[in-house]
């Protein structure tokens, strides 16, 4: 079995099955259309088959990854419950901080739980973009700001995208294992998977931000795909548990009514390609296709962009 710590064996397309002349297609409609990709990386049955870097973007450069970085918190809440400093998905959110205050509560935020907050499902008040993000990011306390917010449905009961909610999970993970978020991750994620470069934006307490704001090299990003794609198997050691891997990419809930996918925990799932996401904005992404043993990898600067057309026409027909 191929694992990437040190680096991407690569490969020819046509050594892994994938057709040459179609992929050189794909990038002639990037140029063509003008679209702002800064890399594309495809992998199949664990080789690097495809790799380009646009302008000034190469093969080391770090690249924001928007809301992907929850999707690696999410993997960190999986750890975190393997190995017992958070006995399920169930527990009540309001129970992870003791030393909180917190306003407007009521019965739905008690019952407000990890799972909740995971789906996109939390129950909070929260209309997602850059004022509310601006505002949290200008608050003395990003925890008890979220903390605070009203509910406006019941929890559990509909979508909506919160990258406000995500904070929370980082910072259970301080409350639960009592540690850094990112020393955590260090030891548990980015270290087995060889990832070594990592830049991550912290609130004023140091806790890492859970909606956003992890840097990695596109080839970096593309190790969380694998380690999903292998079941959470790393080098003969289970890095997250078979059974997070398995629920985590689950639909729990359809998302919105103008797109054909759905959200489990923090990641977002694919039924056109039997597939799943993380995915940030400007079209950053780590999709997995595990019928396929495929991992596509970009980054980009293209606004309220959906680049799975393009996967579905040049890609995945091939295989």
Known sequence: MIYPTTGWPTSSPGGQGLDAHKLAQLQAVIEEQGLDFHSFLIIRNGYLVSEKYYGAYQQDTRHDLYSVTKSFVSTLIGI????????????????????????????????????????????????????????????????????????????????????????????????????????????????????????????????????????????????????????GQWEGKQVVSGQWVKRATQRYTKTYDDM???????????????????????????MVIPEADLVVVTTAGIENYDGIPLIERFIVPEI
Do not use: C
């Open 80 to 231: 975190a419950l393997d190995k017992g400093y958070i006995d399920r998905t169930g527990q009540r959110i309001v129970g992870f901080f003791p030393g909180y205050t917190f306003a407007y509560l009521n019965g739905q935020k008690e019952a407000m739980t990890v799972e909740d907050v995971l789906t996109m499902r939390s129950g909070l008040g929260w209309d997602e973009g850059d004022p509310i993000l601006d505002e949290m990011r200008q608050s003395e306390d990003w925890v008890q700001y979220m903390l605070d917010k009203p509910m406006v449905s019941s929890p559990g009961s509909q979508f909506s995208y919160n990258s406000g909610s995500s904070h929370l999970l980082t910072a259970i993970l301080q409350q639960a294992t009592g540690r850094n978020p990112r020393d955590f991750a260090e030891e548990y994620l980015f270290k087995p998977l060889g990832i070594s470069d990592a830049v991550w934006e912290a609130d004023a307490s140091g806790i890492p931000a859970g909606g956003w704001g992890l840097q990695l090299a596109p080839s970096e990003m593309a190790k969380l795909g694998y380690l999903y794609l292998r079941n």
């Open 260 to 286: 054909d996918l759905g959200y489990g925990y923090q990641w977002w799932t694919v039924p056109s390609l039997s597939a799943y996401m993380a995915l940030g904005r400007y079209h950053q992404m780590i």
